[in-house]
């Protein structure tokens, strides 16, 4: 790939395809030459005019976050570089870690660069930046240090030819030890950061060296995607040692970017990880451990001498994702406008959800329609279900047959036949119900439980870990609830007591990342089964039911919940 750009699209296209796939425009080619035709100053100034110039979709596909310059000081001091050894970028950017090296001294810096505009930027500033794709073609030299900030993109948004050719890289490094490739790949959200760290460290840092890269907080934090990152397992019997976490003094230093920021320090290791690893949070070293028996789970992350690992261990219930209408939102999201016997007059919500579908006015019998509680309802100790949906499966969770519906409700079958085809063609149905001929208003995550009297739910994705008590059959959690059935409401109360105490937040905080409170929370919070001839579980039932009534009773809550754990832990 040529590092000059050709002025030629047809040409330019050649070089930038392979990368950018469909992204590869002629917009983005007058753009390119846009920011080609402004002069450099600096590797921050660079960042601020490309971020300005060139859309976001094309910086997406690259996983193109620039670093400031304040984050690359803070990285070389935690590696605790002085301008001594040869140090390596392996996805320089616009060269912002070669520069402050050089900065500090060093005389062996040395920068790789995938992309051809960047490279030939931070080149014609005088920077040792070379044009190299590190996955495919990392070379031979090995470095004394490597420090950088490597591309954050999702498997699943880079352009798939070059997904193909990087594919057999996850295998040789195990990191996807549980599934096959193809299965966990193809829509997996795993992280190219992932694939770079290990390369990185089994390809190019030299023997004993240390290598410092910024990485999503996710990685070490989160239930799904840093899974495999966590094996820290390299070829040949050889480990990732994690020396130190540290969190950004600004955990959101690149604009567009969600995930919080961390610097990680290695070393590469003969022997497996030992715990805790230290962690770093405004100054203050903390303990980092996976927070179960399993090594491969999330990091909790506490103050020395903190007694929380007592609460760890799996719950005596199962919790589970709402209902979810799999793209199919605007269809049965309704708004009831008239209700008589028999008969119910609703629109659809057509703009709900991320894909639109035409609003239409039916008449439907009333018997799926149900309240929907969603995300933005729920709070700690209440919900207030804001909206309906069309729900047509029965109380046992599953979808009323076909047959069924065209004899016994034909007003709701002829309302859902209007969207027959794009119901059908859903890659969310082919996925879970074509293969068994499923009716195509089938809905993901419906089951019995769905249904119960008595549930306690909590919001999915907050900042916040709350949990309220749902005791009507007829309301229906959706998708960014998450949904635990109880047998009785002196359970529910007694299991939404528990969560809302003051030690099962301070527990889920430790190890979650602030927008993720999914079903893994009773996966490592050891909650104990409701004990109906238990004083503290009776108690703690009716602190609950207080609460609810929105009488302030924290402090007993929080008091009784502890004299639960322990006495379950004793």
């Known amino acids: 790939m040529e590092l000059e750009p050709s002025p030629d699209f047809s040409r330019w296209l050649e070089a930038y395809r392979p990368l950018y796939g469909d992204a590869a425009t002629p917009e983005l080619f007058a ?13 921050e100034a660079d960042a601020e005019l490309y971020r300005k110039t060139i859309a976001r979709p094309a910086r997406h596909a690259l996983g193109e ?19 001594d050894g040869a140090l390596l970028d392996p996805s320089a950017g616009l060269g912002v870690f070669v520069e402050r090296a050089i900065a500090r001294g060093g005389s062996d810096v040395a920068g790789f660069e ?22 495919r073609n990392p070379g031979t030299r ?35 030890p549980r599934s096959g490739l193809s299965a966990r790949l193809g829509a997996g959200m795993d992280d190219v950061s992932i694939l770079f760290t290990y390369l990185c460290a089994d390809r190019l840092l030299d023997h004993g060296g240390r290598m410092g890269l910024l990485l999503p907080r996710t990685l070490f934090q989160s239930a799904g995607g840093g899974r495999g990152f966590r094996r820290f397992e390299l070829p040949a019997g050889r480990f990732l040692r994690v020396c130190a976490v540290h969190e950004a003094p600004d955990p959101s230093p690149f604009p567009g970017a969600m995930n919080q920021t961390v610097a990680a320090i290695f070393e590469v290791s003969g022997s497996p990880p030992v715990y805790p690893a230290a ?8 303990n980092a451990r996976p927070v179960g028996r399993d090594v491969l789970s999330p990091w909790m992350v506490t103050r020395a001498g903190s007694q929380l690992e007592r609460l760890g261990g799996p719950a005596a219930y199962r919790a589970r994702v709402g209902a979810h209408t799999g793209g199919a939102t605007g269809v049965f999201w309704v708004d009831v406008l008239d209700r008589q016997p028999g008969v119910a007059v609703i629109r659809n919500r057509g703009a ?34 804001s909206a309906s949906i069309l729900l047509p499966h029965g109380d046992d969770g599953a979808p009323v047959p076909t047959e069924e519906m065209r004899l016994h409700y034909p007003r709701t079958f002829a309302y859902f036949e209007q969207f027959r085809d794009r119901m059908f063609d ?22 019995g439980y769905t249904f119960a009297k008595f549930r306690v739910v909590w919001r ?20 960014k609830l998450v949904v635990v059935a109880c047998e009785s409401s002196d359970e529910a109360h007694y299991l939404a007591g528990m969560l809302n105490s003051a030690a099962a937040g301070e527990f889920v905080q430790s190890y979650s990342l602030r927008v993720q409170m999914s079903t893994h929370v009773l996966r490592h919070l050891r909650v104990p089964r409701f004990d109906p001839a238990d004083a503290l579980c009776l108690e703690l039932a009716g602190l609950s039911r207080r609460a609810h009534a929105g009488v302030s009773v924290a402090t007993e809550i929080d008091h009784t919940a502890e004299a639960v754990f322990d006495h379950d832990g004793a």
Not at 72 to 81: I, K, P, T
Not at 357 to 366: G, L, N, R
Not at 461 to 479: G, H, K, L, W, Y
């Open 426 to 447: 859903r890659p969310h149905y082919r996925a879970h119900f074509a293969r068994s001929n499923a009716p195509y208003w089938s809905m993901y995550n419906v089951g």
């Open 352 to 385: 709900a959800g991320r894909s639109e579908w035409p609003t239409v006015t039916a008449e439907i019998e009333p018997d799926f329609i149900r309240t929907l509680a969603r995300g933005r309802d729920t709070y700690r100790w209440t919900v207030q279900p």
């Open 31 to 43: 753009a390119q030459q846009g920011f080609v035709a402004m002069p450099g100053v600096s590797a």
């Open 114 to 135: 995938v992309n051809p505009l960047t490279a030939r930027r931070a080149h014609s500033r005088g920077l040792p930046v070379e044009l190299r794709d590190t996955l």
């Open 142 to 176: 090995r470095f004394a240090f490597i420090a950088g900030n490597p591309p954050w993109v999702n498997w699943r948004y880079l352009n798939a030819a070059y997904r193909d050719r990087i594919a057999p890289l996850w295998s040789e490094y195990g990191l996807l």
């Open 460 to 479: 999915e994705q907050s900042t916040r870990f709350e949990s309220a008590v749902i005791e009507d059959p007829r309301v229906v959690a959706d998708a």
């Open 279 to 286: 962690w770093f949070r405004g100054g203050e070293q903390w």
């Open 65 to 83: 976050y620039f670093t400031p310059a304040w984050l690359a000081d803070f990285v070389l001091d935690r590696l605790d570089y002085r301008g």
